[in-house]
């Protein structure tokens, strides 16, 4: 029998993980897909591409390790977007890059190698549609629609099949994040049976939510949920710029700061991040994207023991800040994202705290409980003051050790029956 949260267990402690959004789109830095399909440009001009996608500075070793040095613990590629162009060797179509481009290689192969050497989860990105097949609904160059065509939507739904046996047989990814699941019914995608296939093949394998229902985790896009989703698994994918792919054009990059504060509404939520990269068509990694990971790595190092293996932490009102758990719920862990202008406080907290300390550094802080009431069952209110020199450049983790596992106040409040 299948056990989702088995499988998830994984996923759900590596929290931070560096999708890539490579392929033809790179070579004029036009939009994924979506540049042809919203009419921008000619189906004929984009597919013009396929002529400058060289990939002659491809280093998948380099990308290997830049994407551990990030502090990610997994990483998606898109092995084909809605275009239809395959970075493998797909034997059930000519449309891939050893067919159609300079590149002529397989270039997913040495990825999933590489990144497994530097002990990081391989996953791969799939569209489930294919705005270039002939077969499919949407036929991108004759503008026809075939949904009332069954046969041809059966002949499309074998090719799908034998280019998702040959991902997931040959390079047994541990994540297939699909895309483009829009366009059909789940039970047009024929999901629920896909679903049983795929874990036939590869019994770890998890799947995202774009999948109909049949997915392991959900899957917010560029926006930072203000809520928890419902699904205790979920993923925020989120580019650095505007852009998923290269766009040479696109310098609206958010900052380490920016980026890190993000990823700290995740966690503290109990989500992961996807954070994108976007190779340039020669499969280099511009600058501005090297800074940023470089810099998520300097932070994520310094602070591990808050980010990975934890759990969502306590409710907004009890600390105006991101917070995490660890594991035993024995350990409160503070964000603290701006200078404070005076001590940070804690409200509710009924645990006595064994310890304050920095995290990163194991400075020792001093707190103090003010407003306890001996006739009341309200806490009083924590105050710890951190020395400004201490502060780290982005955000800065206190970690309170408890004793027991964090029981909040959670009530009104009392008022005074006898004193």
């Given at each position: ?19 890539i ?7 004029e830095?036009i939009?994924?897909?979506w540049?042809?399909?919203?009419g ?5 001009d984009?597919?013009k591409q396929?002529d400058g996608?060289?990939a ?17 613990r ?31 290689r397989?270039?997913?192969a040495p990825?999933?190698e ?7 989860k391989?996953?791969?990105y ?27 939507w ?6 799908q099949r034998?280019q ?7 390079y047994?990814?541990?994540v297939?994040?699909?895309d483009g ?5 789940a039970?047009q ?13 590869q ?27 419902d ?15 290269f766009?040479?054009n ?5 900052t ?10 995740c966690i503290s ?29 300097r932070?994520?190092?310094k602070?591990?023991?808050a980010?990975?293996?934890t ?13 995490t ?5 024995q ?23 064994n310890r ?6 194991g ?7 003010l ?12 105050y710890?003051?951190?020395p400004?020199d201490?502060?780290?450049a ?9 004793k ?7 009530e009104e ?7």
């Open positions: 029998m299948d056990k989702p949260e088995e499988r998830l267990s994984w996923f759900n402690d590596a929290k931070l993980g560096i999708f959004h490579w392929g033809i789109y790179a070579v830095g939009d994924e897909s540049s042809f399909f919203n921008y440009l000619s189906y004929e984009y597919m396929l996608f060289t002659t500075n491809y280093d998948p070793a380099y990308w290997a390790r830049l994407i551990k040095d990030s502090g990610a997994y990483t998606i590629l898109t092995t084909k977007h809605h275009d239809g162009v395959a970075l493998w060797d797909t034997q059930v179509s000519e449309l891939d890059v050893l067919e159609k481009t300079p590149a002529r397989d270039l997913v990825f999933v590489a990144v497994r050497k530097e002990g990081i391989a996953g791969l799939y569209s489930l549609n294919d705005w270039s097949h002939p077969d499919y609904p949407i036929h991108t160059r004759t503008k026809k629609r075939y949904t009332d065509d069954p046969e041809r059966q002949r499309f739904l074998k090719f034998a998702l046996e040959e991902l997931v047989t040959t047994e990814p541990a297939l994040w699909f699941d829009w366009e059909a019914s039970e995608w024929k999901a629920k049976e896909l679903k049983k296939q795929l874990l036939e093949w019994p770890d394998l998890i799947v995202n939510s774009r999948l109909g229902q049949y997915g392991d985790y959900a899957t917010p896009e560029q926006g930072v949920p203000v809520t928890r989703p699904n205790p698994y979920w993923e925020l994918c989120m580019t650095m710029n505007d852009s998923w792919g766009q040479e696109d310098h609206n990059y958010k380490p700061n920016q980026i890190i504060r993000i990823f700290t509404d939520m109990g989500g992961n991040l996807l954070l994108d990269i976007a190779p340039k068509a020669d499969g280099s990694i511009p600058e501005e994207q090297e800074i940023i990971l470089r810099e998520l790595g932070w994520t190092n602070h591990q023991e980010i990975y293996g759990q969502a932490g306590i409710p907004l009102g009890h600390f105006h800040g991101p917070t758990l660890s594991k035993d719920k350990t409160l862990y503070l964000f603290v994202e701006h200078k404070p202008n005076g001590p940070l406080v804690i409200k509710g907290l009924k645990n006595k705290i304050i300390r920095i995290v990163g550094n400075t020792k802080l001093p707190h103090q409980i407003g306890k009431q001996y006739w009341s069952e309200v806490p009083g209110i924590v710890i003051n951190v400004e201490e502060l780290d982005q955000v800065t983790v206190i970690a309170l050790q408890l027991g596992e964090v029981e909040l106040y959670r409040g009392n008022v005074i029956e006898s004193n």
